[in-house]
C-alpha cells in the first residue's frame, strides 16, 4: 500500500474509532436519562430508537417498555396502599362514632335533658356524628364496587352519549369515528361523568376531548375543561382518597376514578402541561 493509502486507513480507522466513542457515550446517556426519569417518576420519558443498530434499538425498546410497566405497578400500588388504608380508617371511625351516636340519642331521649341548656350542643354532636357515618358509609360503599366486567366497547360512542348529558356545556372535540377497547361501559361512564362533573363544579364551560394512539398501541383520551385550574400545591395530591380542593367536595371522584381505571390496566393522570385552552387536562390510558 502507498503511503496515501496508509492516510486514508489511519483516517478511516480514526473516524470509527471516534464515531464508536461518541455512539457509546450517547447510549449511556440515554440508559442515564431512562434512570432518572424513573427516579423522579417521569414516567413518560420515551428514549429514540432511530440510528441505531438492531440490538440496541431492541434494548432501548425495552428500557421504554420497562418505563411503562413500572408507571403501571406504581399506579396500581398507590391504589392498593389507599384501599387497606382507607378500609382500616373507615373501620375505626365507625367503631369510635357508634357509642358516641348511641350515648347522644340517649341523652336526648331524657327528660332531664329535653329543653335544656345541654340539648343544643348534644343535638349538634350527634347530628355530627350522624353525618361523619353516612359519609364514611358512603365512602365504604363506594370502595366496594363490583369488579371491572371488561368487553369490547366503542370509546366515541360512549363519549358521545355522556356528552348528550351536558348539553349546557360547549364540546371542542377531536376524535375518530370509531375507537374500539376492552373496557367495562359502565364504569367507564361513571369516570367520564366524575371528570365532567368536577369540571363543573370548578367553573368549567367548555370541555374538550381528544383520542389519539401511543406508539405502544395504547388508546389515549385527553380531557380539558376551561375552569378554574388546580393549584399548584394540590395537583400531586388530587388523587389521594377525602382530599379535595372544595368546599363542599368529599374527595372521592378523581382517586374512585383512577381506580376504577386501573383495576382494568389502564391509567389516570393529569398533565403537567395542559392542552391548549384547556388549564385543566386529564389523560385517560386504555391498555392494548
Known amino acids: ?15 470509527l474509532v471516534l464515531w464508536f466513542w461518541h455512539h457509546q457515550r450517547k447510549l449511556k446517556h440515554r440508559a442515564w436519562l431512562m434512570q432518572e426519569a424513573i427516579h423522579n417518576r417521569d414516567f413518560t420519558l420515551r428514549l429514540p ?40 380508617l373507615t373501620h375505626e371511625i365507625m367503631n369510635a362514632t357508634a357509642p358516641i351516636a348511641s350515648i347522644s340519642q340517649s341523652m336526648l331521649n331524657s327528660p332531664a335533658i329535653k329543653e335544656s341548656g345541654l340539648e343544643e350542643g348534644i343535638l349538634a354532636i350527634h347530628n355530627t356524628v350522624q353525618h361523619l357515618n353516612s359519609f364514611v358509609d358512603g365512602y365504604r360503599k363506594y370502595s366496594e364496587l363490583q369488579k371491572p366486567k371488561p368487553q369490547q366497547v366503542d ?25 374500539m377497547i376492552e373496557t367495562d361501559p359502565n364504569l367507564l361512564r361513571q369516570i367520564l361523568i ?24 395504547r388508546t389515549l383520551l385527553y380531557v380539558g375543561n376551561d375552569g378554574a ?34 383495576l382494568q390496566g389502564g391509567m389516570m393522570s393529569l398533565l403537567d402541561i395542559p392542552r391548549q385552552g384547556f388549564p385543566t387536562t386529564f389523560l385517560l390510558e386504555f391498555p392494548v
Open 49 to 88: 430508537t432511530h440510528f441505531l443498530f438492531s440490538g440496541e434499538r431492541a434494548l432501548m425498546q425495552t428500557l421504554n417498555q420497562l418505563g411503562e410497566h413500572v408507571r403501571e405497578q406504581v399506579n396500581l400500588g398507590e391504589v392498593e396502599s389507599w384501599e387497606k388504608l382507607t378500609r382500616v
Open 229 to 262: 385550574p388546580i393549584p399548584a400545591e394540590a395537583r400531586s395530591s388530587i388523587f389521594i382518597p377525602f382530599f379535595t380542593t372544595k368546599r363542599q367536595g368529599n374527595g372521592i371522584g378523581l382517586s374512585l376514578s383512577r381506580r376504577l381505571l386501573t
Open 1 to 15: 500500500m502507498s503511503p496515501t493509502d496508509w492516510t486514508i486507513l489511519g483516517i478511516i480507522v480514526v473516524a
Open 194 to 217: 366524575n371528570l365532567i362533573k368536577n369540571a363543573i363544579e370548578a367553573g368549567a364551560k367548555t370541555m374538550g376531548m381528544e383520542c389519539s394512539r401511543s406508539k405502544e398501541g
Open 155 to 179: 370509546l366515541i360512542e360512549v363519549i358521545n352519549e355522556v356528552q348528550s348529558l351536558y348539553q349546557d356545556l360547549t364540546w371542542k372535540n377531536a376524535l375518530p369515528e370509531s375507537a
